[in-house]
T-cell receptor, first 113, second 116 residues
Protein backbone atom coordinates (compact mmCIF):
# COMPACT_ATOMS: atom_id res chain seq x y z
CA UNK A 1 0.00 0.00 0.00
CA UNK A 2 1.14 3.52 -0.76
CA UNK A 3 2.52 5.55 2.15
CA UNK A 4 0.71 8.68 0.97
CA UNK A 5 -2.70 8.08 -0.59
CA UNK A 6 -4.70 10.64 -2.47
CA UNK A 7 -8.34 10.27 -3.44
CA UNK A 8 -9.74 10.61 -5.98
CA UNK A 9 -7.01 10.06 -8.57
CA UNK A 10 -9.01 11.82 -11.25
CA UNK A 11 -11.99 14.14 -11.09
CA UNK A 12 -13.94 16.05 -13.68
CA UNK A 13 -16.45 18.55 -12.42
CA UNK A 14 -18.27 21.74 -13.34
CA UNK A 15 -17.64 25.34 -12.47
CA UNK A 16 -19.16 26.35 -9.16
CA UNK A 17 -19.12 22.90 -7.60
CA UNK A 18 -17.57 22.21 -4.23
CA UNK A 19 -14.79 19.66 -4.37
CA UNK A 20 -12.79 17.90 -1.70
CA UNK A 21 -9.50 16.14 -2.28
CA UNK A 22 -8.36 13.82 0.43
CA UNK A 23 -4.95 12.73 1.58
CA UNK A 24 -4.02 10.11 4.12
CA UNK A 25 -0.59 8.87 5.14
CA UNK A 26 0.87 5.94 6.99
CA UNK A 27 4.37 7.37 7.34
CA UNK A 28 3.72 8.83 10.78
CA UNK A 29 4.86 12.26 9.64
CA UNK A 30 3.66 15.38 11.37
CA UNK A 31 3.96 17.69 8.41
CA UNK A 32 1.61 17.65 5.46
CA UNK A 33 1.37 19.81 2.35
CA UNK A 34 -0.86 20.49 -0.61
CA UNK A 35 0.63 21.58 -3.93
CA UNK A 36 -0.67 22.19 -7.39
CA UNK A 37 1.25 21.60 -10.58
CA UNK A 38 0.47 23.29 -13.87
CA UNK A 39 2.06 22.33 -17.20
CA UNK A 40 5.52 23.84 -17.57
CA UNK A 41 5.61 25.09 -14.01
CA UNK A 42 7.11 23.68 -10.89
CA UNK A 43 5.04 22.90 -7.85
CA UNK A 44 3.30 25.70 -6.02
CA UNK A 45 2.39 25.38 -2.37
CA UNK A 46 -1.26 25.89 -1.48
CA UNK A 47 -1.39 25.08 2.26
CA UNK A 48 0.71 23.26 4.78
CA UNK A 49 0.23 21.93 8.28
CA UNK A 50 2.81 21.03 10.88
CA UNK A 51 0.38 19.32 13.21
CA UNK A 52 -3.34 18.91 13.77
CA UNK A 53 -3.70 22.39 15.27
CA UNK A 54 -1.46 24.14 12.80
CA UNK A 55 -2.58 25.34 9.35
CA UNK A 56 -0.62 27.77 7.20
CA UNK A 57 -1.24 29.44 3.88
CA UNK A 58 1.17 28.83 1.08
CA UNK A 59 1.94 30.76 -2.04
CA UNK A 60 -1.47 30.35 -3.69
CA UNK A 61 -4.12 29.74 -1.04
CA UNK A 62 -6.88 31.92 -2.50
CA UNK A 63 -9.86 29.84 -3.54
CA UNK A 64 -8.79 26.88 -1.41
CA UNK A 65 -9.29 25.72 2.16
CA UNK A 66 -7.92 22.79 4.12
CA UNK A 67 -8.74 20.65 7.10
CA UNK A 68 -6.35 18.55 9.16
CA UNK A 69 -8.68 16.00 10.63
CA UNK A 70 -5.97 13.90 12.23
CA UNK A 71 -2.23 13.50 12.07
CA UNK A 72 -2.68 11.17 9.15
CA UNK A 73 -5.36 13.08 7.21
CA UNK A 74 -5.23 16.39 5.39
CA UNK A 75 -7.96 17.40 2.96
CA UNK A 76 -8.09 20.20 0.42
CA UNK A 77 -11.36 21.87 -0.58
CA UNK A 78 -12.31 24.06 -3.48
CA UNK A 79 -15.44 25.81 -2.27
CA UNK A 80 -16.57 26.97 -5.70
CA UNK A 81 -14.40 25.51 -8.41
CA UNK A 82 -13.34 27.60 -11.39
CA UNK A 83 -11.66 26.46 -14.64
CA UNK A 84 -8.25 27.94 -13.80
CA UNK A 85 -8.07 25.54 -10.87
CA UNK A 86 -7.70 22.73 -13.37
CA UNK A 87 -4.36 21.19 -12.44
CA UNK A 88 -2.55 18.21 -10.96
CA UNK A 89 -2.73 18.32 -7.17
CA UNK A 90 -0.25 16.67 -4.88
CA UNK A 91 -0.26 15.92 -1.20
CA UNK A 92 3.08 15.48 0.53
CA UNK A 93 4.38 14.66 3.98
CA UNK A 94 7.65 15.13 5.77
CA UNK A 95 9.19 14.36 9.11
CA UNK A 96 9.30 17.12 11.72
CA UNK A 97 13.08 17.31 11.76
CA UNK A 98 14.86 19.99 9.82
CA UNK A 99 14.58 20.13 6.05
CA UNK A 100 13.69 16.50 5.52
CA UNK A 101 12.59 15.41 2.05
CA UNK A 102 8.93 15.52 1.27
CA UNK A 103 7.20 12.34 0.17
CA UNK A 104 4.40 12.66 -2.32
CA UNK A 105 1.17 10.94 -3.13
CA UNK A 106 0.41 9.91 -6.70
CA UNK A 107 -1.51 13.09 -7.42
CA UNK A 108 -5.10 14.00 -8.25
CA UNK A 109 -5.81 15.18 -11.76
CA UNK A 110 -8.63 17.72 -11.49
CA UNK A 111 -10.47 19.14 -14.47
CA UNK A 112 -13.04 21.88 -14.07
CA UNK A 113 -15.28 22.52 -17.03
CA UNK B 1 15.23 36.20 -2.66
CA UNK B 2 15.69 32.50 -2.98
CA UNK B 3 15.25 31.00 -6.41
CA UNK B 4 15.90 27.79 -8.33
CA UNK B 5 16.59 27.87 -12.06
CA UNK B 6 16.50 24.89 -14.37
CA UNK B 7 17.34 26.53 -17.65
CA UNK B 8 16.90 23.39 -19.75
CA UNK B 9 13.22 23.05 -20.46
CA UNK B 10 13.60 19.83 -22.43
CA UNK B 11 16.50 17.55 -23.31
CA UNK B 12 16.39 14.69 -25.78
CA UNK B 13 19.15 12.10 -26.10
CA UNK B 14 19.57 8.65 -27.52
CA UNK B 15 19.70 5.73 -25.14
CA UNK B 16 23.13 5.01 -23.63
CA UNK B 17 24.26 8.61 -23.90
CA UNK B 18 25.25 10.49 -20.78
CA UNK B 19 23.15 13.51 -19.92
CA UNK B 20 23.49 16.32 -17.38
CA UNK B 21 20.60 18.30 -15.97
CA UNK B 22 21.53 21.72 -14.65
CA UNK B 23 20.26 23.38 -11.49
CA UNK B 24 21.33 26.82 -10.33
CA UNK B 25 20.07 28.27 -7.09
CA UNK B 26 20.09 31.58 -5.24
CA UNK B 27 20.01 31.96 -1.49
CA UNK B 28 21.38 34.26 1.18
CA UNK B 29 21.49 31.53 3.80
CA UNK B 30 24.69 29.76 4.64
CA UNK B 31 22.80 26.63 5.60
CA UNK B 32 20.44 25.19 3.06
CA UNK B 33 19.39 21.95 1.47
CA UNK B 34 19.06 20.92 -2.15
CA UNK B 35 16.87 18.19 -3.54
CA UNK B 36 16.20 16.38 -6.77
CA UNK B 37 12.89 14.73 -7.60
CA UNK B 38 11.83 12.62 -10.57
CA UNK B 39 8.37 12.71 -12.13
CA UNK B 40 7.93 9.85 -14.63
CA UNK B 41 5.11 9.89 -17.21
CA UNK B 42 2.84 8.15 -14.72
CA UNK B 43 2.87 11.39 -12.74
CA UNK B 44 4.09 10.55 -9.26
CA UNK B 45 6.95 12.48 -7.67
CA UNK B 46 9.88 10.42 -6.50
CA UNK B 47 12.52 11.75 -4.12
CA UNK B 48 16.06 11.14 -5.41
CA UNK B 49 18.52 12.97 -3.19
CA UNK B 50 18.97 15.59 -0.46
CA UNK B 51 22.23 17.44 0.01
CA UNK B 52 23.09 20.02 2.66
CA UNK B 53 25.23 23.06 1.98
CA UNK B 54 28.09 21.86 4.14
CA UNK B 55 28.57 18.67 2.23
CA UNK B 56 30.19 19.39 -1.11
CA UNK B 57 31.15 15.85 -1.85
CA UNK B 58 29.78 14.56 -5.07
CA UNK B 59 27.42 11.65 -4.78
CA UNK B 60 27.04 8.62 -6.97
CA UNK B 61 24.18 6.16 -6.89
CA UNK B 62 24.39 3.62 -9.66
CA UNK B 63 24.05 5.48 -12.96
CA UNK B 64 23.07 8.70 -11.16
CA UNK B 65 25.56 11.25 -9.90
CA UNK B 66 25.27 14.72 -8.47
CA UNK B 67 27.82 17.51 -8.64
CA UNK B 68 27.41 20.18 -5.97
CA UNK B 69 29.48 23.35 -6.46
CA UNK B 70 28.90 26.17 -4.01
CA UNK B 71 31.24 28.46 -5.95
CA UNK B 72 28.82 28.49 -8.88
CA UNK B 73 25.63 27.81 -6.84
CA UNK B 74 24.93 24.73 -8.88
CA UNK B 75 23.71 21.24 -8.09
CA UNK B 76 23.81 19.34 -11.36
CA UNK B 77 22.51 15.86 -11.97
CA UNK B 78 24.13 13.44 -14.42
CA UNK B 79 22.70 10.20 -15.72
CA UNK B 80 25.31 7.89 -17.18
CA UNK B 81 24.38 5.44 -19.92
CA UNK B 82 20.83 6.68 -20.03
CA UNK B 83 17.92 4.30 -20.45
CA UNK B 84 14.41 4.77 -21.76
CA UNK B 85 13.09 4.35 -18.21
CA UNK B 86 14.95 7.51 -17.24
CA UNK B 87 12.51 9.53 -19.34
CA UNK B 88 10.79 11.86 -16.90
CA UNK B 89 10.57 15.42 -15.69
CA UNK B 90 13.25 16.16 -13.13
CA UNK B 91 12.85 18.87 -10.52
CA UNK B 92 15.49 20.57 -8.43
CA UNK B 93 14.40 22.24 -5.16
CA UNK B 94 15.90 24.36 -2.39
CA UNK B 95 15.07 24.60 1.31
CA UNK B 96 16.66 27.13 3.63
CA UNK B 97 17.46 26.23 7.22
CA UNK B 98 16.57 29.72 8.42
CA UNK B 99 13.10 29.36 7.03
CA UNK B 100 11.35 27.89 10.05
CA UNK B 101 8.69 26.54 7.75
CA UNK B 102 11.28 24.57 5.75
CA UNK B 103 9.43 25.31 2.56
CA UNK B 104 10.71 23.93 -0.71
CA UNK B 105 11.45 26.34 -3.53
CA UNK B 106 11.02 24.45 -6.79
CA UNK B 107 12.60 24.84 -10.17
CA UNK B 108 10.33 24.61 -13.20
CA UNK B 109 11.67 21.18 -14.12
CA UNK B 110 13.56 19.67 -17.05
CA UNK B 111 11.80 17.19 -19.27
CA UNK B 112 14.20 14.42 -20.25
CA UNK B 113 13.40 12.26 -23.25
CA UNK B 114 15.48 9.16 -23.83
CA UNK B 115 15.02 7.75 -27.31
CA UNK B 116 15.57 4.04 -27.94
Amino acid sequence: DADVTQTPRNRITKTGKRIMLECSQTKGHDRMYWYRQDPGLGLRLIYYSFDVKDINKGEISDGYSVSRQAQAKFSLSLESAIPNQTALYFCATSDYTENQPQHFGDGTRLSIL
Amino acid sequence: AQKVTQAQTEISVVEKEDVTLDCVYETRDTTYYLFWYKQPPSGELVFLIRRNSFDEQNEISGRYSWNFQKSTSSFNFTITASQVVDSAVYFCALSEAEDSNYQLIWGAGTKLIIKP
